[in-house]
């Protein structure tokens, strides 16, 4: 519907999509996985993201077509661009860039304004993404999340720059404006929670419970010295405590705010009884329509809001007779050419910027074709700094963790620094280089592809596959563990699993690679930019799928 | 309450048959009644917290086992009745791995309970 | 030691940190030389003067082992004592008081 405003000015297109009509009494607007994305970016959404078991062909493991047909969306509008892959290239310069806090504090205002009391939930995953993050240790989006009036939020890389900064933002920074909750985070001595499980907050005289529920996977996925003194997990059990104890004092909606990805959210959602709705995270899953879940205490409303601030998504819902009788939910793209950038907003992230300015805006080199990131296999991003990876660190075969975040570029972009970064900005990018023999490399892998594909959600990590250069090999994700990965080739030649292999990375997670020694990621980046100004279309390498015919995540 | 020795033999098996052979058991059951608590992926291999509880009166032992470690037996409690029969500790576990609380009753029966803790390399993440 | 023991209606949880290395035997050094066995085998927890629990440990509890247990009949101010004896004989008691 928003297709025939596209080339209207930014007053007439905020009144035809974010014109949404106020519904019942109590909202709450969510954003997630804004990976410190505080101006407008492109971000293509997957082709790949496969379901397995339970989980085949169902939200959210829906791409392209099959996604809009689910959404009753129409191919060729605004809102298939924000939702899908489809026409990527063509689609992104008719409906410009998504996101940014500027346009997205517009949005916030306008939404708050027609619906009094809505709280501003952020699921996380916003401190960390781009180079001022890393570079302020995330003092950049702490300020810029106070003043586009986030009331509640969780974590996930928020806890990569360190137990000790995470606290001391909250308690300094955030007291009294931003509450930071984690049910799920304790201390690895007691068990004592590290933050405050929940909050209970009246909206329109109706008495709200929000949960936190941190990444559960943080020590696991991320480097473990990070959080030494914090255990983390799913802990549904604890998570029914503090549901069952909200309820007690009153209660009458209870929301779940959520890092846990989306498929461990819906099982979630079918075990904990008494909650109204699990505003979800992690997994970057666009998700229009939400996932209705039946458990033994009723039914729980499940979403997932995308990444990158492509997304604000709005719950409403009507409460009576002390419980929620209905509820509309809306997931918004920010389109930032239809949004009147906030003139606050923009001048604080102006003064945030600047004295990074002239580092930030360094030309590296010129891209020929579409980089992107996200899908369960590779991206063209990913494939670049596999190559360069290979190149720059004389290596047979190079692997780039599976991340979900990481801006998109159109054919004909310049990737300044600030881009790049958008691509490899944490506080371990050290790449590394390793000799591993065969037997290792089926290990490194198969151990990945459980993350992935394990048939029970609470077993997997909500991250993609290892990405994978100079090697080929074929993927069953049906198969068991250690029975995935098939067919391992270098140049046409069976892995061997007795030969070593030299292997190029980046970001371990391991202690001992902190004080190793090994260089920047982005210094193997900018060394391979300079051989490479005009960076050609890059390929990416994916394995040969078997058993994945049919499924609608694949494109 | 029984309070013994040492149990070198049962900490040396390698198997829930040599285990119970050690100890002079009954063959175990499978029982629902019986749960052993832990994390589905570990965060750290070296330290999985582990809980073993039942809810059924008359239990003077329980065991917590890891089927694929060197050594299947992690530890035992042998309780008083004035405590519950509940109890949690953190072990080691190398791999990927089924665990079991085992639980010897007054009666002699021998009940388990089981779940799969993973053991994961790590890295990556949305 | 660390002990914490919280009453809560007509039992008190009972949580307790121990300081030990608990080396398996299984592991070598840099001089790939094997570094012996040495772990805490036999723990007594005691309810004032009662014992009400034991356990045998092998190599495989944690580095800094944790234990927790329930105790019945447990109230403020009553003792709760902890006993260890490692493979070497080396043996260590701490005691808390029940809040
Ligand atoms: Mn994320
Ligand atoms: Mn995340």
């Known amino acids: 519907p928003l297709g025939r405003y596209a080339h209207a000015d930014a007053a007439t297109a905020e009144k035809g999509l974010y014109d949404l009509p106020r519904f019942g009494n109590v909202s709450f607007l969510h954003m997630t996985d804004?990976?410190?994305?505080?101006?407008?970016?492109?971000?293509?959404?997957?082709?790949?993201?496969?379901?397995?078991?339970?989980?085949?062909?169902?939200?959210?493991?829906?791409?392209?077509?099959?996604?809009?047909?689910?959404?009753?969306?129409?191919?060729?509008?605004?809102?298939?661009?924000?939702?899908?892959?489809?026409?990527?290239?063509?689609?992104?310069?008719?409906?410009?860039?998504?996101?940014?806090?500027?346009?997205?504090?517009?949005?916030v205002k306008r939404l708050k304004a027609t619906r009094p009391g809505a709280l501003l939930l952020d699921g996380g995953d916003t401190w960390q993404g781009s180079a001022v993050s890393l570079w302020t240790n995330g003092q950049d989006m702490v300020e810029a999340c106070k003043l586009l009036g986030v009331d509640i939020m969780t974590g996930h890389w928020e806890f990569t720059y360190g137990q000790e900064r995470v606290q001391e933002i909250v308690k300094n920074d955030f007291a009294g404006k931003i509450e930071f909750l984690a049910q799920n985070v304790k201390t690895a001595d007691f068990g004592d929670p590290v933050f405050k499980p929940y909050t209970l907050r009246e909206i329109n005289g109706v008495p709200c419970a929000i949960i936190g529920q941190a990444f559960p996977y943080t020590p696991i996925a991320n480097p473990r010295y990070m959080v030494a003194d914090w255990t983390f997990g799913i802990q549904d059990d604890n998570l029914q405590q503090m549901v069952d104890e909200a309820r007690g004092k009153g209660a009458q909606v209870v929301v779940v705010l959520s890092h846990n990805g989306m498929d461990?959210?819906?099982?979630?959602?079918?075990?904990?009884?008494?909650?109204?709705?699990?505003?979800?995270?992690?997994?970057?899953?666009?998700?229009?329509?939400?996932?209705?879940?039946?458990?033994?205490?009723?039914?729980?409303?499940?979403?997932?809001?995308?990444?990158?601030?492509?997304?604000?998504?709005?719950?409403?819902?009507?409460?009576?007779?002390?419980?929620?009788?209905?509820?509309?939910?809306?997931?918004?793209?920010?389109?930032?050419?239809?949004?009147?950038?906030?003139?606050?907003?923009?001048?604080?992230?102006?003064?945030?910027?600047?004295?990074?300015?002239?580092?930030?805006?360094?030309?590296?080199?010129?891209?020929?074709?579409?980089?992107?990131?996200?899908?369960?296999?590779?991206?063209?991003?990913?494939?670049?700094?596999?190559?360069?990876?290979?190149?720059?660190?004389?290596?047979?075969?190079?692997?780039?963790?599976?991340?979900?975040?990481?801006?998109?570029?159109?054919?004909?972009?310049?990737?300044?620094?600030?881009?790049?970064?958008?691509?490899?900005?944490?506080?371990?990018?050290?790449?590394?280089?390793?000799?591993?023999?065969?037997?290792?490399?089926?290990?490194?892998?198969?151990?990945?592809?459980?993350?992935?594909?394990?048939?029970?959600?609470?077993?997997?990590?909500?991250g993609d596959m290892v990405r994978v250069g100079g090697l080929t090999y074929a993927c069953a994700p049906l198969e068991s563990m250690g029975r995935r990965v098939q067919d391992m080739r270098l140049n046409g030649q069976p892995i061997d699993p007795g030969k070593t292999y030299r292997v190029a990375g980046w970001a371990p997670v391991s202690e001992e690679a902190k004080s190793a020694g090994h260089k920047m990621v982005w210094d193997v980046l900018e060394t391979w930019f300079k051989a490479h100004p005009r960076v050609t279309p890059r390929k990416p390498n994916v394995p040969r799928l078997i058993g994945m015919q049919g499924n609608p995540g694949l494109a | 309450f029984a309070q013994g020795g040492y149990a070198k033999a049962a900490f040396e098996a390698k198997s829930m048959a040599e285990l119970t052979k050690a100890l002079g058991l009954a063959t175990p059951t499978e029982s629902k009644d019986i749960t052993v608590t832990g994390p589905d992926i570990a965060e750290n291999g070296a330290v999985v917290p582990l809980g073993a509880a039942t809810t059924l009166p008359g239990v003077k032992r329980m065991m917590l086992l890891v089927e694929k470690n060197p050594n299947m037996l992690a530890a035992l409690f042998d309780f008083s009745d004035a405590v519950d029969p509940a109890v949690s500790t953190r072990v080691k576990m190398g791999q990927s791995s089924d665990v079991f609380a085992v639980a010897v009753m007054n009666d002699g029966r021998v009940l388990y309970g089981h779940k799969e803790i993973k053991v994961t390399l790590g890295g990556c993440g949305g | 030691m660390r002990i914490r023991a919280q009453a809560a209606g007509d039992k008190a949880t009972v949580r307790v940190l121990m300081s030990h290395e608990m080396e398996t035997g299984q592991r070598k050094d840099a001089s790939g030389k094997v570094i012996p066995a040495w772990f805490i085998q036999d723990v007594t927890a005691k309810h004032n003067d009662k014992v009400v629990m034991t356990a045998q440990w092998g190599p495989a509890v944690s580095k800094n082992p944790f234990m927790q247990f329930v105790v019945k009949g447990a109230k403020a101010g009553d003792k709760i004592s902890i006993t260890w004896v490692d493979n070497r004989g080396d043996t260590r008691t701490d005691e808390a008081t029940v809040s």
């Not at chain 1, 075990?271 to 939400?290: E, F, K, N």
């Not at chain 1, 990737?415 to 691509?423: A, F, K, W």
């Open chain 1, 34 to 107: 804004c990976h410190a994305q505080l101006l407008p970016i492109h971000f293509r959404e997957p082709s790949v993201n496969l379901g397995v078991g339970a989980m085949a062909g169902r939200t959210p493991h829906l791409v392209g077509e099959h996604l809009l047909r689910q959404a009753g969306v129409r191919p060729g509008t605004a809102l298939a661009h924000a939702y899908t892959f489809l026409d990527f290239e063509k689609a992104a310069r008719r409906y410009g860039k998504v996101g940014g806090f500027a346009q997205l504090a517009t949005l």
């Open chain 1, 264 to 462: 461990v959210d819906l099982k979630m959602a079918s075990r904990v009884r008494g909650v109204d709705a699990i505003l979800g995270g992690h997994t970057h899953d666009g998700v229009p329509v939400p996932v209705l879940v039946d458990n033994p205490g009723g039914k729980t409303l499940v979403t997932n809001a995308g990444s990158n601030g492509k997304f604000l998504g709005v719950l409403d819902f009507e409460v009576k007779n002390g419980k929620v009788a209905d509820w509309r939910y809306k997931l918004l793209p920010v389109f930032a050419n239809q949004l009147t950038p906030d003139a606050e907003m923009s001048a604080l992230i102006q003064r945030l910027r600047a004295p990074h300015q002239a580092k930030l805006s360094e030309k590296l080199a010129v891209t020929d074709g579409l980089l992107y990131r996200r899908g369960n296999f590779n991206g063209t991003w990913d494939q670049l700094i596999c190559d360069a990876l290979m190149e720059v660190q004389d290596a047979q075969i190079a692997f780039s963790p599976g991340f979900r975040w990481g801006s998109t570029l159109l054919p004909g972009d310049t990737i300044t620094r600030e881009l790049m970064m958008d691509q490899v900005a944490t506080t371990y990018s050290y790449a590394t280089v390793t000799e591993m023999s065969g037997e290792m490399i089926k290990t490194v892998l198969e151990d990945v592809c459980d993350n992935l594909f394990n048939p029970d959600p609470y077993y997997q990590q909500g």
